[in-house]
């Protein structure tokens, strides 16, 4: 497995593969190219098998020390393997490296497979909402400023 970091979007060469997954996961992808390009500070992390991104990992600054984890995903084929929790230990090193001091991320009921690795991994349950969907959020942030 090889993990790529990239500070902008993507080169064509994996955002085809990054898009593709993300509708795997999630439904359609053109919300996601249309604000990918809006977002200050993009980070992505990509995980490559055999030229194939099975996994990613978006997010961006939201003011000076603070970003959000924004979105995510492994396929299926790949998953419990450990892909996930390594793009998130891979985002956090690169956040801490540059000067963040909080990581902030959003999840619904229905990613409970999230929601548990985000709390595994030093995250707080900081509030709830309803989305204009009426459903749910939970919003977590964890401080990279007081971890070791």
Partial sequence: MEYIQIQSIPP???LH???QLHEQIFGDSNPLMKQLGNKQGLLTLLAINQQQVVGYKVGY???PHKFYSWLGGVHQD???LGIASELMKKQHQFLKNAGYQVVQTKT???WRHMLILN???GFDVIGTYNDEKGEPKIILEKRLDKEK
Avoid: A, C, Q, T
Wanted: glycine residues 6%; proline residues 0%.
């Fill in 12 to 14: 064509k060469k994996w």
């Fill in 17 to 19: 593969g990054m898009l």
């Fill in 119 to 121: 709390i595994k991994n």
């Fill in 108 to 110: 619904k009921n229905k």
């Fill in 78 to 80: 790949y998953r419990d």
């Fill in 61 to 63: 600054e939201l003011k």
